[in-house]
């Protein structure tokens, strides 16, 4: 049964930095591109990051750009999301997916499984 969780949020203030995790089981990760989308109260799932299986395509979104990275060691089945330089507006629920279609790895149709997310709060 392919599983998906995600760790590593918190409350944190504005300015300082978080590491997200999103430990996969069940499929095949090396063979995967993954991603991170956020979704804050009141508004639509939003496109954070995407990384493809070996780690050679990566995008970000333009708001996350500079303060945002996104890692994956296929060997631990496990994808990151580094977060510095955090603002207010960072403030979601962050999930992590698979990406199970050759589209646009900025669309969430492009992914077919997702986490249950992790909270993320920065205040100012």
């Known amino acids: 049964q392919l599983q998906l969780v995600e760790s590593g949020g918190g409350l944190v203030q504005a300015g300082d930095s978080l590491t997200l995790s999103c430990a996969a089981s069940?499929?095949?990760?090396?063979?995967?591109?993954m991603g991170w989308f956020r979704q804050a109260p009141g508004k639509e799932r939003e496109f954070v990051a995407a990384?493809?299986?070996?780690?050679?395509?990566?995008e970000y979104a333009d708001s996350v750009k500079g303060r945002f990275t996104i890692s994956r060691e296929n060997a631990k089945n496990t994808m990151y999301l580094q977060m510095n330089s955090l603002k207010p507006e960072d403030t979601a629920v962050y999930y992590c997916?698979?990406?199970?279609?050759?589209?646009?790895?900025?669309?969430?149709?492009?992914?077919?499984?997702w986490g249950q997310g992790t909270q993320v709060t920065v205040s100012s």
């Open positions: 069940g499929l095949p990760f090396s063979t995967h591109g």
């Open positions: 997916a698979v990406k199970i279609s050759p589209y646009s790895r900025t669309e969430a149709l492009s992914y077919g499984y």
């Open positions: 990384i493809s299986s070996t780690s050679l395509n990566i």
